[in-house]
């Protein structure tokens, strides 16, 4: 009679633990008196390629040494682990996960591909297609969040995934041996017996057929803004809440209790007042048209308009406190563990030109034998330690630029650009084409970033401006531009927006 023989197929992301869960499925195996192997082929990259471990398990053959396999063989996978749902749906594509044969344990959370953040606009994959099509595909499938299960119990995914497994009942061993096995780990024992007992429970209740998990909100609804508060967070900014109410339709009131919250982080005060101004020039044309949808679109876009991401917004919110606070929490660091990051920038000459005074920058930027100098010495990867006393004040001394932003280049460039946007909205309501002007202030949607990405997003910003002069009045004008800002959204290369340009005879 055969041994019996377990194939599992494992598929981690960098920081995910794989190598972890890897050591405890070989020790659980082993302390059962079982051979188990295991082999790996890593990834080209965190996120770009996840690493494929491979673990054949034997159960025990006296006088007899069993031959393993290095690779899995679609079709002959007992047990698939995703920590990533897209990897599971690669695992499928590969022919890691077939009907008859497969016990599938993956997490529902997602870790955007590089494909999906490089998208100008939405580029996230359809999460819900690829859950359905998975669970088809498997025999048995245990698919929940397990990154947060684990998170809440103070853990990591390694963990929740060996208990699903566990719970699963997909291998011939008991749950006292799979706790045994964390326990002499020694690392982290608590909270990871805590996340392993929590996920092999949610595995036996879901049972052979997992219901549908939903995928994440953002996916598929746009995040709504805060109400606004009643009480400003600090005395000087009480008076604003007070003009919002007094002066602009309340449809818009809670965007703009965003976008005063996101200016005045960004820059001051002052700069607070001078958002409200900016919108309720346009409130005051606003005739009620689509819920005031032309005070609540000036309210949202304005706000963006005028906190761009530029160096010092970066290092301000990279030295922030909260910032570290937020890591430990995510990695589960207790409060007397040293936490570290290292934060890696390249910044061009154009971006270190862009915080200085406007004159010494055009200044600079005419001389070809100083750009020549300087771009060298700036235009290079920098990898600094914040945790350290000389990393901290690096990031410290370009967010302090703050102050001195508003004379800065960059900030003279992005008001030209805001005021050549607001007449251009401002000429679509003379015009009487309210509508167009509320597609051209959704057109804002196309600027973020800095860098390359910044300028890509900007040139395609620009080409809609020139695409709504020429449609300012037509019939069909604003539905027109929608288009061509979807198109303009719909990939980094600019082919969808190329394409639509010339199809409604617009250059």
């Keep these: ?92 594509e590969r022919g890691l996960v077939t009907p008859t044969r497969t016990t599938l344990i993956a997490s529902s959370h997602r870790t955007y591909a590089v494909q999906e953040k490089l998208a100008p606009g939405n580029g996230i994959a359809d999460s819900a297609a690829v859950l359905a099509h998975v669970q088809r595909q498997a025999r048995r499938s245990v698919i929940a969040d ?16 060996f208990g699903a497994l566990a719970g699963s009942g997909a291998l011939p061993f008991a749950l006292q041996d799979y706790e045994a096995v964390v326990q002499a780990s020694g690392v982290g024992v608590q909270p990871s017996l805590a996340a392993l007992r929590a996920a092999a429970t949610l595995a036996r209740e ?81 005739d009620g048209a689509q819920g005031h949808a032309l005070s ?28 570290s606070a937020r890591l430990r929490r995510e990695i589960g660091a207790r409060a007397d563990e040293p936490l570290g990051s290292e934060e890696f920038f390249h910044p061009r000459l154009e971006e270190a030109l862009a915080t200085l005074p406007r004159r010494l920058a055009d200044w600079l930027d005419g001389s070809p034998r100083l750009r020549a100098w300087l771009a060298p010495r700036l235009d290079r990867g920098r990898r600094i330690r914040s945790q350290g006393l ?5 990031l410290r001394l370009v967010a302090g ?29 003379d015009a009487g084409d309210g509508a167009l002007a509320i597609e051209l202030l959704r057109c804002r949607r196309l600027v973020k970033g800095y860098s390359d990405t910044h300028e890509r997003g900007n040139g395609r910003f620009m080409l809609l401006l020139r695409a709504a002069a020429q449609l300012r009045g037509r019939d069909g004008g604003a539905a027109a531009l929608a288009r061509l800002r979807d198109a303009a959204l719909r990939d980094a290369e600019g082919q969808a927006l190329s394409a639509e340009l010339a199809a409604q005879g617009l250059g």
Excluded: C
């Excluded at 606004?228 to 604003?240: E, I, N, R, V």
């Excluded at 000389?390 to 690096?394: F, I, V």
């Excluded at 703050?402 to 805001?418: M, T, V």
């Design 1 to 92: 009679m055969k041994p019996q023989r377990l194939h599992l197929a494992i598929l981690a992301l960098g920081g995910q633990g794989g190598g972890v869960l890897v050591d405890w499925i070989v020790a659980l195996a082993e302390r059962a008196g079982w051979t188990a192997q295991a082999t790996s082929v890593a990834g080209v990259a965190q996120r770009t390629g996840a690493t494929i471990y491979y673990l054949e398990l034997v159960e025990p053959t006296p006088g007899r040494e069993p031959v393993l396999a290095l690779m899995p063989v679609p079709g002959e996978v007992d047990v698939l682990i995703a920590a990533e749902l897209m990897e599971a749906g690669r695992a499928v």
């Design 146 to 161: 397990m990154q947060t299960l684990a998170q809440q119990q103070g853990s990591v995914i390694s963990a929740s995934l």
């Design 206 to 286: 879901m049972g052979a057929s997992a219901a549908p998990v939903q995928p994440p909100a953002h996916e598929t609804v746009e995040t709504a803004p805060r109400p606004l508060p009643a009480q400003a967070a600090a005395p000087a900014l009480q008076p604003l809440l007070q003009r919002v109410r007094a002066e602009f339709p309340a449809p818009a009131w809670n965007w703009l209790g965003e976008g005063l919250a996101r200016v005045v982080d960004w820059q001051d005060l002052d700069y607070g007042h001078d958002y409200l101004d900016r919108v309720a020039a346009l409130a005051r044309r606003d």
């Design 296 to 323: 609540v679109e000036a309210a949202r876009w304005i706000a963006v308009a005028m906190s761009y991401d530029d160096v010092i917004r970066v290092a301000e919110l990279k030295s922030r406190g909260e910032r």
């Design 390 to 394: 000389a990393g901290h004040l690096q």
């Design 401 to 429: 630029l703050r102050r001195w932003r508003r004379g800065s280049r960059r900030h003279a460039q992005e008001g030209a650009l805001l005021r050549r946007w607001l007449d251009e909205v401002d000429q679509a309501l």
